[in-house]
């Protein structure tokens, strides 16, 4: 099967990029991005591609390339659908906030409502391809509803889930260590995975182009996130041992990573690992491991993110004790809110709840991060509901200059690794803070020896 039409239902941090790169390497091919999200899509449209709603490195770019010429954004989910030969499903499943499975299970509600419209709607046989995060099992719901419309139309449903990190995301598209496609054994299935093989084939190398049956596609890409998650959560707990025994963790993950059978990667020791992935898709592991009764398993798993909860309430802890035990009425600077440099996503992020920590201690928290907006950071606390709103706005400000967000503060706490941080004029910050002026590195990011020279207390992870 030719496909010349693709749609992708949401236009967020995996539709975009990756509709993106699909466009601009399959010039054949028309690809429509849609979302209900008007704003966001307005912003897509933006004529200054700058503006896109999303922060990749490289992507406005790609954007600008291909947009107007086979990439399209739009709210017209409906047409789309319709036209479309191949239909991605790219929409949030964050862990649900209610019911069964609280705290836990992905909400596959907007899942569902796209599935549901897509019976709908189709008048043409369709390929729909997964790639949201998904629990196992999620094809066979989609494929549930979508085989008994009654309508005739042929659905045929891959797994093709994403495996690009923020941040990076273009260059995780354009060379990718594997695309993985999931499909059914039947013959329809394994037409529908050549479909998909034929759009990625056009920029990588077929060798690394895995197909294999969906349900281990599905469970593939949480089990790469929880194995990723867990060197972080691995190497965090050895961070605490450091501290106590004299040992630099750095120094211990050179000397591990430096093992071939370990690699160097995913060993940087840091406040806690965030974003939309690592925690929800461990505790999607956790709930199919409970439900199969496999409590051993849950529980190994679990651990991952307590280990990490236990990393950030840490880092708070410490900056309080290290303050006098008290940081009441302190202004305490945060450089970086979001959950990684190179990216204005903030879901997550170890920021908004060692921030949350302070808060509860009555600190005046300045922060300063280069790409997040200051709406989104009161989001972010005001969505913990720890306190109210109007008390989130008043004990927390928002600074578009690190100078001004540092003046006057007692301590800094380094919560995203940015690049920038590295270059500022750490003299004139220290000139003008409280002394002592304490900074606490989250990220292991600055000069140790040159802050000590300027005069400042300077305390990293792990060491
Ligand atoms: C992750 C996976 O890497 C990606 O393959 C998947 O598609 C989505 O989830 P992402 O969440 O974008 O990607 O970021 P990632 O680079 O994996 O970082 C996750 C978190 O771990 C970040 O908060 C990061 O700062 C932290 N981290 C990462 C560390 O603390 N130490 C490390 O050594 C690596
Ligand atoms: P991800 O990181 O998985 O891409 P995002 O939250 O960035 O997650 O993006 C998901 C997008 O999906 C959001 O912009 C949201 O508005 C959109 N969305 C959710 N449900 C639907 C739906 N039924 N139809 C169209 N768009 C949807």
Request: hydrophobic content about 40%; proline content about 3%; charged content about 20%.
């Amino acid at each position: 099967m030719n496909i010349t039409k693709i749609c992708c239902i949401g236009a967020g941090y995996v539709g975009g990029p990756t509709m993106a790169v699909i466009a601009q390497k399959c010039p054949h091919i028309q690809v429509t991005v849609v979302d209900l999200n008007a704003k966001r899509i307005a912003l897509w449209n933006d004529p200054n591609s700058e503006n896109i709603p999303i922060y990749e490195p490289g992507l406005s770019e790609v954007v600008q390339e291909a947009r107007g010429r086979n990439l399209f954004f739009s709210t017209d989910v409906d047409q789309a659908i319709a036209d479309a030969d191949m239909i991605f499903i790219s929409v949030n499943t964050p862990t649900k906030t209610y019911g069964t499975g609280r705290g836990q299970a992905a909400d596959l509600k907007y899942i569902e409502l796209c599935a549901r419209q897509i019976a709908r709607v189709s008048k043409t046989d369709k390929i729909v391809v997964e790639k949201s995060t998904l629990p196992v099992r999620t094809a066979e719901a989609i494929q549930s509803i979508l085989h008994n419309t009654g309508n005739g139309v042929k659905f045929q449903i891959l797994s093709n889930p994403e495996f690009l990190a923020e941040g990076t995301a273009v260059a995780d598209l354009l060379q990718p260590d594997r695309v993985l496609i999931g499909g059914d054994t039947t013959p329809e299935g394994q037409k529908a995975i050549e479909a998909l093989v034929s759009v990625y084939a056009q920029w990588v190398p077929k060798d690394r182009i895995l197909t294999t049956n969906v349900w281990s596609s599905e469970l593939s890409k949480l089990v790469a996130n929880a194995f990723l998650a867990q060197r972080v959560s691995s190497i965090n707990a050895i961070s605490e041992l450091c501290e106590k025994t004299g040992a630099n963790v750095n120094e211990v993950a050179r000397a591990i990573g430096m093992d071939s059978r370990i690699g160097p990667k995913f060993l940087k020791s840091s406040v806690g690992f965030g974003g939309s992935c690592f925690q929800k898709d461990i505790l999607n592991l956790v709930y199919i491991a409970k439900s199969y009764g496999l409590q051993e398993v849950a529980d190994y798993w679990e651990q991952v993110i307590l280990m990490n909860d236990h990393q950030k309430r840490r880092f708070s802890k410490n900056i309080v004790s290290t303050l006098y035990n008290t940081v009441a009425d302190k202004k305490i600077a945060f450089l970086g809110w979001a959950f990684k440099k190179d990216t204005n996503d903030t879901r997550e992020s170890a920021a908004i709840y060692v921030a949350n920590d302070l808060l509860f201690e009555q600190a005046q928290l300045a922060v300063y991060d280069p790409k997040v907006s200051h709406e989104q950071m009161l989001s972010d606390l005001n969505y913990l509901q720890s306190r109210s709103d109007a008390e989130n706005e008043r004990m927390v400000t928002a600074y578009d200059n690190p100078y001004a967000a540092c003046e006057g503060a007692h301590a800094i706490a380094v919560l995203t690794e940015w690049d920038e941080f590295r270059s500022y004029d750490w003299q004139q910050i220290y000139d003008k803070m409280n002394k002592p002026a304490f900074v606490f590195d989250g990220r292991n990011l600055l000069d140790k020896k040159a802050l000590e020279t300027i005069g400042f207390k300077y305390q990293a992870i792990g060491s």
